[in-house]
């Protein structure tokens, strides 16, 4: 309960944060990265905010952010090359709990490249 607390805590004091919406995991420890995520993920879902985040040296626009985004994902750079414990468990668990819930809700998991959209003739 005091994770959670801390959670709101900082989403509420995120407004400030380098990515509006998402709290600055830069700034976080481990634990609290993980619960701010998991809460930012379960909101994000019920408001239809579907996102990867991401960080790190990458391509743009590649042809797995182009699966993501006809999925209706948006891949969210949340940091460079520079990151923090918390950064790397908040897009785990942040990702973690989109995936399994998007999963769900598409019959498929738009986070694996190599999965494809259910259709009338292979359900």
């Known amino acids: 309960?005091?994770?959670?607390?801390?959670?709101?805590?900082?989403?509420?004091?995120?407004?400030?944060?380098?990515?509006?919406?998402?709290?600055?995991?830069?700034?976080?420890?481990?634990?609290?990265?993980?619960?701010?995520?998991?809460?930012h993920a379960e909101m994000d879902f019920r408001m239809h905010r579907y996102r990867c985040l991401v960080f790190g040296k990458r391509a743009a626009d590649s042809p797995f952010d182009q699966q993501l985004a006809k999925a209706g994902v948006r891949v969210k750079v949340i940091a460079g090359c520079v990151v923090s414990e918390g950064i790397i468990e908040g897009a785990r668990v942040y990702n973690e709990i989109m995936r399994e819930k998007l999963k769900a809700?598409?019959?498929?998991?738009?986070?694996?490249?190599?999965?494809?959209?259910?259709?009338?003739?292979?359900k």
């Open 1 to 39: 309960m005091k994770n959670i607390l801390a959670a709101f805590l900082i989403l509420a004091a995120s407004a400030n944060a380098c990515i509006p919406g998402l709290p600055d995991f830069m700034k976080l420890d481990k634990t609290t990265a993980a619960a701010a995520a998991r809460m």
């Open 105 to 122: 809700r598409l019959g498929y998991d738009v986070f694996d490249e190599n999965a494809q959209p259910q259709t009338e003739s292979t």
